[in-house]
């Protein structure tokens, strides 16, 4: 029903109510009204001859009176249908004569009217009144004004339909159109003209609603474009990558591939969608439970299967993604048969190459331990020869021996050096010492060679520097060893050596950079031949190696150590006035670890001398204090299965007084320390029937051998080995070729003063 | 506003020209004889002017003289005025005629010569009243106490030849007479032939003449001395000729006369002779 219809509709409505109050309400209240009107004239009518009747009748003047009526009924002929006039006495005198029958009939009202006659009562007027006239002039009245309403009615809705088409309905329809087109995507529209109403605003608000609409769909359309870009951007991405890429939905169904994957499986375009995993996969347990409860992130091997039922190497990595409420299951795949296949070839070839490499190393242990334990007997042997008579010549001759003989000590040292450092097998120490203590110990080992040479030897360590340090002592003093004997062995009678260290920087409350600086005086090297020193097997000058001997490997071993401890060596140096090389150390200040540093000295101090070219002579307090003559009687037993090394231990050992049995190997060992007491054990590690560390082992299960000192003499000196010597349960270890003087310094301190050690 | 003033002046303007029109007829009339004509208020008056203005008018035109009719309210009024000469021609009953005669000296001039005048009496048909013998204290209504016929002369005969004794009551006019008398407020009453014949048959039938009076000469048209005789002669030949024709027979008929004719003082000498004075109610 459109407003038309339903404007008409409440407008008849409405007039129909108003005519029906009209008709059946106000019509009966009007004629009512009219009525009473009417009865009230008539009243007054008969009102007004009051006076004339009561005269009439008292003069009985009935013809007046009857005159007087008969006017009236002339003059109300139309509404008075009877008048009768009855006296107080009950005679009629109106009308004198006819039936006192009374007309019927609807329209008829019937008035009686008394009139107090003094002789003769009261008379009274009877008038049958018919109000049909009136009544009908009341219809009449009504029934025009219903007409004038009616006409009024149709004026009134035609004129509302003409201002409903105007103002409402056609606004409306261009509305209504308009919203159409902008349904089917036509924005120009043509809106109403503009009004200050309801329509207007209605307009007003349909014009912004279609900018809006307009604008959204603008903005649509280019989110549209930009998301088709993204999605082109994305697709050329995903189609394009070398990976493999399938996504798979909760019931490992392939939903999404590129074009990778599908060249992986050997599908053709699109045909991996719909494909389960269980038919990409070779593994039987591979099912959508097992992808779930894969490590996201992780790469994964499985035997992929191609389409052709070929199978191969398939590496997955898989991602879970959340899309929807749905969990999806992202899937980087690769085909690494060919890279397996490398990976094999890579494999073998490194156990190759460390197959070798354990072959040199091996190789390289053995040699130095073959080479040493003939060195052992040399060295000791020649200083044997230095105790017996010897003339002048001789014992030149033997010095020049034993020279040779440690000159190849250190050969050989820095030879394992080197291949250890070179085959990073080398590890450092993290242990306590303390700086003044390394600092005067390089004084006394530098010190004997610079008063032999006539260079005088300064050595600087300031108080103010922290004194206890965390790291690894022996391999320190190795490189200021060096550079300190190289500045001396460089510098000519009368020159000077200086040996300071200092801190350079305190990086932390724990860690600080040393700077130890060595400065001589001496030759000098040119500029274009310093950045050769630290390289291998180059020395500054091939006459060097004439004059002063040495291969040349203790600075590229000091510069490479001193880069394991986080420094650096360098060198300057100006040719015939001196050179100052510097190094720099990283380590951790350590304070207050005096237990630490007892047991570091047990465990290092006999440890070989980081420099081998030390000769008894430039060992002086250690040489030449005669160590060994507490030892006088003391019974030692000396387990070595080298018949030379047995000599020339033996010969050192009873030198010194001391009572040696020689058992051969570990098993003789134990019988021999069954049968006889005795207060300390010289104990050979590599040994034939039984070593040195299962001896070791057998006797400390002993109660009563737990306090026997034992210690080790081995050729090698490898940490490693001197652990091992440790755990097995020795007491101290002793590096071939030792030092007679050293060998009977530690039994001395082992069997007299062993608590100190605990 | 000009032109409600312009309305204005042209109506004082139409009306002094009115008014001029109005003034030149009375100017012109002064220069005739003008006659005051009195008639008796047995009608009303409207009615006396239709049945007079033609006359009049006719009369006018036949003697050249102006008849002004002059109006009386009342019966006594108008026996007043012609006792005081106010009238030049007046119309009354016979007994006004001698009450004139005696009072100004006016003479009759023309009368109805084929009626007379009489009054009758009349009961209730269905009455127990059949006879004058049977009114005797009875009460008795009549229109007035001075009507000649109905009233004075019936009680005249009541009285001189019946004896008899009465209540009579006066009910304005005959047909109230002959109300009263069906009403049974008056055992009888009197009136005239003329008026009981005018009534409605219902109301004759129910009614019974019991007693007539003696006829006299009905009512003149009377002179006043004043008037000289050709004057009074030349209005009573216009007054006999108008009663010649045809429409002046219907005009005359109206009075009533039906017949006119010359009257003399010697026709009303019989009435004289009843002494109706003693009838009289003056104050009436």
Redesign the interface.
């Known amino acids: 029903m459109n407003i038309r219809t339903k404007l008409i509709f409440a407008s008849l409505t409405a007039f129909s109510v108003y005519m029906l109050t009209l008709f059946f309400v106000w019509m009966p209240m009007q004629l009512e009204k009219t009525k009473r009107d009417f009865v009230e004239t008539q009243l007054m009518i008969l009102n007004a001859t009051g006076p004339d009747v009561v005269r009439n009748i008292l003069?009985?003047?009935?013809?007046?009176l009857?005159?007087s009526f008969d006017k009236q009924m002339l003059n109300h002929q139309k509404t008075w249908a009877q008048i009768s006039i009855h006296l107080g006495d009950g005679?009629r005198?109106y009308p004198?004569?006819g039936a006192s029958q009374k007309p019927v009939g609807e329209t008829l009202i019937e008035i009686n009217y008394e009139i107090d006659t003094i002789d003769r009562g009261i008379a009274t007027i009877n008038l049958i009144a018919d109000w049909k006239t009136v009544r009908q002039d009341g219809y009449d009245s009504v029934f025009e004004l219903m007409r004038f309403m009616g006409i009024a009615f149709v004026l009134m809705v035609s004129l509302g339909l003409l201002l409903v088409e105007f103002l409402l309905r056609r606004p409306l329809m261009q509305l209504t159109d308009g919203a159409e087109k902008i349904s089917q995507g036509d924005y120009n529209i043509q809106l109403p003209a503009s009004s200050n109403d309801e329509i207007g605003s209605l307009t007003n608000m349909f014009e912004v609603m279609r900018t809006r609409l307009d604008e959204g769909r603008a903005s649509l359309r280019h989110a549209l474009i930009r998301a088709e870009e993204s999605e082109h951007y994305q697709r050329t991405i995903f189609e394009n990558l070398s990976e493999g890429l399938v996504v798979l939905d909760q019931q490992g169904v392939v939903q999404r591939s590129n074009r990778a994957a599908e060249q992986i499986f050997g599908y053709g375009y699109g045909q991996l969608l719909g494909e389960r995993i269980t038919a990409l996969i070779a593994d039987q347990k591979i099912d959508i439970h097992a992808i779930e409860s894969l490590q996201v992130g992780q790469a994964y091997l499985y035997q992929g299967k191609k389409s052709s039922g070929d199978q191969f190497a398939l590496e997955m990595v898989v991602s879970r993604i959340e899309m929807h409420n749905a969990q999806l299951f992202a899937l980087i795949l690769r085909d690494i048969s060919l890279r397996e296949q490398a990976k094999a070839a890579l494999i073998h070839a490194k156990e190759a190459a460390e197959a070798a490499d354990q072959a040199k190393s091996q190789f390289l242990a053995n040699m130095t331990h073959e080479i040493r334990t003939p060195m052992n007997a040399i060295i000791g042997l020649s200083q044997l020869i230095f105790n017996t008579k010897l003339d002048r010549e001789q014992r030149n001759y033997l010095e020049k021996l034993r020279e040779a003989s440690e000159h190849m000590m250190v050969i050989i040292n820095d030879i394992l050096d080197f291949s250890k450092i070179s085959d990073q097998q080398l590890t450092l120490r993290h242990a306590y010492f303390q700086l003044p203590e390394l600092m005067d110990h390089v004084r006394h080992v530098i010190e004997p060679q610079g008063v032999k040479q006539g260079v005088s030897l300064f050595v600087n360590c300031p108080n103010a520097l922290p004194r206890g340090y965390m790291g690894d002592k022996q391999r320190l003093e190795q490189i200021l060893l060096n550079l300190a004997n190289n500045a001396v062995k460089f510098t000519p009678k009368g020159g000077e050596v200086y040996i300071a260290v200092a801190l350079k920087e305190r990086i932390n409350a724990l860690q600080a950079v040393l700077q130890f600086v060595v400065k001589d005086t001496g030759i000098g090297i040119a500029p274009e031949d310093q950045q050769s020193l630290f390289h291998s097997f180059q020395q500054v000058d091939g006459s060097s190696t004439r004059r002063y001997g040495g291969i040349g490997l203790g600075l590229v071993i000091s510069k490479q150590l001193a880069q394991l401890m986080g420094g650096d060596v360098w060198v300057e140096s100006v040719v015939n006035q001196g050179s100052t090389f510097s190094f720099t150390v990283t380590l951790e200040i350590a304070e207050n670890q005096k237990y630490e540093v007892e047991k570091e000295k047990r465990l290092f101090l006999n440890i070989r001398p980081p420099m081998a070219a030390i000769d008894e002579k430039r060992l002086p307090q250690q040489a030449k204090t005669a160590p060994g003559h507490a030892l006088q009687g003391v019974n030692i037993l000396l387990v070595e299965d080298d018949p030379v090394n047995q000599f020339l231990a033996k010969a050192i050992l009873e030198g010194a007084g001391v009572i040696v049995k020689v058992a051969n190997h570990g098993q003789e060992a134990l019988q021999l320390l069954e049968a006889h007491p005795f207060d300390a054990i010289l104990m050979d590690c590599q040994m034939p029937v039984m070593d040195g560390f299962t001896a070791t082992e057998q006797i400390r299960t002993q109660k009563k051998y737990r306090a026997l000192p034992i210690i080790a003499l081995s050729a090698n000196v490898g940490k490693e080995d001197v652990e091992h010597a440790f755990a097995a349960g020795m007491n101290a270890h002793v590096g071939k070729p030792f030092q007679s003087a050293t060998l009977l310094a530690i039994l001395e301190k082992w069997i007299f003063n062993p608590d100190h050690h605990h | 506003m000009k032109k409600t003033v312009a309305i204005l002046c042209a109506s004082v303007v139409a009306l002094m020209l009115l008014s001029v029109n109005v003034w030149v007829p009375t100017a012109q009339a002064t220069e005739k004889k003008v006659f005051k004509i009195g008639v008796v208020p047995q009608f009303e008056a409207r009615r006396l002017h239709e049945i007079w203005t033609p006359i009049l008018n006719t009369l006018e035109e036949e003697t050249g003289y102006h008849f002004e009719l002059v109006g009386s309210p009342t019966i006594p009024a108008f026996e007043k005025e012609f006792s005081e000469g106010a009238f030049d021609f007046a119309y009354m009953n016979p007994y006004h005629a001698l009450m004139a005669e005696a009072a100004q000296g006016y003479q009759p001039l023309v009368r109805d010569v084929k009626r007379s005048l009489f009054g009758i009496l009349v009961v209730a048909k269905d009455g127990d009243i059949k006879k004058v013998e049977d009114l005797q204290g009875k009460t008795l209504a009549f229109p007035a106490p001075n009507a000649l016929a109905a009233s004075l002369q019936m009680r005249q005969e009541l009285h001189d030849n019946f004896k008899l004794d009465f209540k009579p009551i006066y009910v304005k006019t005959h047909d109230s007479v002959y109300y009263n008398v069906l009403l049974g407020d008056a055992a009888a009453g009197g009136g005239v032939q003329k008026t009981f014949n005018s009534q409605a048959p219902q109301i004759r039938d129910n009614l019974l003449i019991i007693h007539q009076t003696t006829p006299v000469a009905p009512h003149p048209i009377m002179v006043h001395p004043r008037v000289n005789a050709v004057q009074a002669d030349k209005v009573k030949q216009a007054l006999l000729h108008l009663g010649s024709t045809d429409v002046g027979k219907v005009m005359l008929a109206n009075i009533p006369m039906k017949q006119i004719g010359e009257a003399t003082m010697a026709d009303y000498e019989p009435l004289k002779q009843l002494h109706l004075e003693r009838f009289v109610v003056e104050s009436y």
């Open positions: 003069s009985r003047d009935y013809a007046a009857i005159a005679k005198i004198l004569f």
